[in-house]
């Protein structure tokens, strides 16, 4: 079971989306320019298992990541399974972190606390919500082997009882999500069947969204974002700090190689633009997933599998990519 979260969390995608005789018309996205001045950095919170799959508050204060460290909570077979852990960025230019902490160590709910003894996964925290959307494995109720879940931090720092996304979960996998810094739009991954793609291999890897009108509604019917999917496998989305661009990893014609970064705009009428791919150094020959971003615009972290000239301490780390200033993020 871990090897198949692992798997299906950093979506391994094959298929490649064919552009002929086609140029997109777009304005660049500032932040792929920023990149290209920017300067990538190993985090020294990685541990010898896997580190992945990293949410930054919009102050950039406290980071959240998914580990099987030791110190996570022990599966049936006695082997750490993959629980939610955070540090503490202790200064402005996030050169300091605290000493990593498991992110629920009080467990009040048992099996629908935050970290259970089966797998969490990808999770994404929004500050104006005070919620915690995180991806859960296998618990009892789930509607599929993964399934979307909601917590609340409370006021004395312990995490409420898991509320699954009824309207989002179903009996595929749902995971990988992301929400805008409003609380009103929810991006995630699912491996539910595709309304225009047919896959004749492994299953459907695509990326929906989900609305509602206020935080205290129930998130609406999910829709196909056929923009971020292109006949191709996408995942890990991000919703930038300023809501108008999703940033996705994917496969595509354009890339450095394996899975890369991609970027689209919305326009004044919502409609997403075509995919700018954000080049190096953030994308690289290898696989590269998961990213976020504080609102200061002024750091990118992110996970790759291990980088040339970058020691690695396990399969999959956290990297950070420092940018030059900017007077704005993700402005289309």
Not at 180 to 204: I, Y
Not at 290 to 309: A, D, H, Q
Not at 315 to 320: A, K, N
């Amino acid at each position: 079971m871990v090897i198949r979260v692992i798997v299906i969390s950093i979506c391994a995608a094959y298929s490649i989306l064919m552009l002929i005789g086609c140029t997109p018309r777009y304005t660049r996205n500032p932040l792929v320019g920023r990149i290209k001045g920017g300067t990538i950095r190993r985090v020294p919170f990685n541990s010898q298992g896997v580190d992945y799959g990293p949410s930054v508050s919009a102050d950039g204060k406290r980071l959240y990541y998914v580990s099987n460290r030791s110190g996570s909570m022990n599966n049936a077979t006695g082997v750490e399974s993959h629980d939610m852990w955070h540090v503490d960025v202790l200064n402005d230019s996030a050169t300091l972190f605290s000493t990593p902490f498991n992110s629920d160590t009080a467990h009040l709910y048992g099996n629908q606390s935050l970290n259970t003894k089966m797998n969490e996964g990808v999770g994404a925290y929004c500050a104006s919500t005070n919620e915690f959307i995180v991806t859960g494995c296998n618990r009892e109720g789930g509607k599929g082997d993964c399934d979307l879940y909601r917590f609340l931090l409370q006021p004395d720092g312990t995490w409420s009882i898991a509320e699954g996304l009824k309207t989002v979960n179903t009996g595929y996998w749902e995971s990988q999500p992301t929400v805008s810094p409003d609380g009103l739009l929810l991006v995630f991954w699912s491996n539910r069947p595709a309304p225009t793609v047919q896959m004749t291999t492994d299953n459907e890897q695509h990326l929906w969204y989900s609305v509602r009108s206020s935080a205290s509604d129930e998130w609406g019917e999910p829709a196909y974002l056929g923009e971020a999917n292109k006949n191709t496998k996408s995942c890990g989305p991000f919703l930038t700090p300023d809501g108008k661009s999703l940033i996705f990893s994917a496969e595509m014609s354009g890339g450095l190689g394996g899975l890369d970064y991609w970027i689209m705009d919305r326009d004044s009428t919502g409609k997403w633009q075509t995919p700018q791919n954000m080049g190096a150094p953030l994308n690289s020959a290898y696989h590269d997933m998961f990213l976020t971003m504080p609102l200061s615009g002024n750091v990118i972290y992110f996970t790759s599998t291990p980088r040339e000239n970058l020691v690695s301490a396990g399969g999959l780390d956290i990297f950070q990519l420092v940018l030059p200033p900017a007077a704005t993020v993700g402005k289309p």
